[in-house]
T-cell receptor
Framework: AQSVAQPEDQVNVAEGNPLTVKCTYS??????LFWYVQYPNRGLQFLLK??????LVKGSYGFEAEFNKSQTSFHLKKPSALVSDSALYFC??????????FGDGTTLTVKP | NAGVTQTPKFQVLKTGQSMTLQCAQD?????MSWYRQDPGMGLRLIHY???????DQGEVPNGYNVSRSTTEDFPLRLLSAAPSQTSVYFC??????????????FGQGTRLTVV
C-alpha cells in the first residue's frame, strides 16, 4: 500500500530565513508527487508537482521541491520565508492507476 | 471561472438525518472525488468518479453514497448521519489523463457537524 509521511506536525521559521517542509513516500512504480497548501477555511491549492525529469521542481509563490529517489523524499523548500507563507501544507503521492494518498499535513508558521 | 463549487459551506445535522453535499465544476474534468479532512489525519478519499455514470469507493466509503449523472456534478449523500461523520468535506476534480499526473482542483469545503 502506498503511503506518505510528513514527519513534522509543525515547522516554525523566522521571516527571511529558508524553510523546509519534509515529505517521504512509499509507492509501487514511479511516483507522481504533489504539494498543496491550505489557508484557513479554504480548500487545498496546488503548489507544484514532480512527474519526471529534473529532480528540482519549481512552483508557485517561490516554492520549490527536490525529488530524491534513493531517499524516497520530496521536501518542499523556499529560500526566504514570508509571513504570508504561514499555512497548512500537504504532500501527496499518486500511482500510475491514479490513486492518491495525502500526508497528514504540516503547519508552517513564519514569524516576523 | 468558478472552478469547483461546494454547497453548503456549513451544516449542522441531527443524528439519523440525511443530506446531500453538492459539488459542481465548470472545467469539464472527467475525474471527481470526495475527501474528508479530520485533524491530524490528512485527507481520506470517500468516493471517486472517472466520468459520468462511473463511480467507485475510496478508503472510507461507509455511510456515504454518490452518483455522477453529468460531467459537472458529483453530489455526496449522507444516508443516516452519525457523530463520526463530523468533519470537513472537500470535493476535487482533475483531468483524467493516462498516468494520473494532473493536479487536482479543490472546492472550499463543507464543514459538517452531526449532533
Amino acid at each position: 500500500a502506498q503511503s506518505v509521511a510528513q514527519p513534522e506536525d509543525q515547522v516554525n521559521v523566522a521571516e527571511g530565513n529558508p524553510l523546509t517542509v519534509k515529505c517521504t513516500y512509499s509507492v509501487s512504480g514511479n511516483p507522481y508527487l504533489f504539494w498543496y497548501v491550505q489557508y484557513p477555511n479554504r480548500g487545498l491549492q496546488f503548489l507544484l508537482k514532480y512527474i519526471t525529469g529534473d529532480n528540482l521542481v519549481k512552483g508557485s509563490y517561490g516554492f520549490e521541491a527536490e525529488f530524491n529517489k534513493s531517499q524516497t523524499s520530496f521536501h518542499l523548500k523556499k529560500p526566504s520565508a514570508l509571513v504570508s507563507d504561514s499555512a497548512l501544507y500537504f504532500c501527496a503521492v499518486r500511482d500510475y492507476a491514479g490513486k492518491s494518498t495525502f500526508g497528514d499535513g504540516t503547519t508552517l508558521t513564519v514569524k516576523p | 471561472n468558478a472552478g469547483v463549487t461546494q454547497t453548503p459551506k456549513f451544516q449542522v445535522l441531527k443524528t439519523g438525518q440525511s443530506m446531500t453535499l453538492q459539488c459542481a465544476q465548470d472545467m469539464n474534468h472527467e475525474y471527481m472525488s470526495w475527501y474528508r479532512q479530520d485533524p491530524g489525519m490528512g485527507l481520506r478519499l470517500i468516493h471517486y468518479s472517472v466520468g459520468a455514470g462511473i463511480t467507485d469507493q475510496g478508503e472510507v466509503p461507509n455511510g456515504y453514497n454518490v452518483s455522477r449523472s453529468t460531467t459537472e456534478d458529483f453530489p455526496l449523500r449522507l444516508l443516516s448521519a452519525a457523530p463520526s461523520q463530523t468533519s470537513v468535506y472537500f470535493c476535487a476534480s482533475r483531468v483524467n489523463r493516462v498516468g494520473g499526473n494532473t493536479e487536482a482542483f479543490f472546492g472550499q469545503g463543507t464543514r459538517l457537524t452531526v449532533v
